[in-house]
């Protein structure tokens, strides 16, 4: 039985793409058995793949357990921080018996990693959110906040991200491939500071 299961382990281990990952991560639980090593396989390769993943129907699924330490890594791939505060409204609104959970989740977001633009947006749009938009309220003036007591410090930016290398105030945090004004690979413009318009995920959040 071991021995058998050792085999399908590391089978489907090495046959993981962004959707398997996110489908056997759901079911992980049903399997009664030790998955350590495959739990933690899905979870890289949900990381690796993190953009792609968010587009997933079945990111949408994924326990809240199960999101929290996803959104928690530092190793999560990501064009700008902005992309893992849209994916965890994404999952929010799926269903609405999740609002509650927004609080304990916003603890996963980088805020000192967004831009400042977007920090006064969020600022804005959680006047709105009723007993959850105190904390999204709190997070954004605690970002806030240190850009103002550490800005001239060597250690200014200290990303949770470990691909967000670089940092501006009107960008947040960047990986390298951003050159000279446009995005080598990835591109972010959910908050789209043309028009008065939130987010379309987050505008969903606001009408429950």
Known sequence: MNSHWFCFNQELQDSLDSSTALLVL?????????????????????????ESCVKEDSFKELGKTQLARILAREDLWVAREEVVLDALFTWITASADRNNSLGLLLQHIDFSSLSMQNLEELSMYSQSLGPNGFELQYSVDEAKQMRLTRWWRDDYHDPRRHCLHFWSPELGAFPEGYRGGQWVAGEWNRFDDDEDEMPGDLAKFLQH
């Open 26 to 50: 759901q079911q992980i639980h049903t399997l009664g058995l030790t998955v350590t090593d495959l739990r933690q396989a899905c979870e890289e390769q949900i990381a690796q793949d993190f």
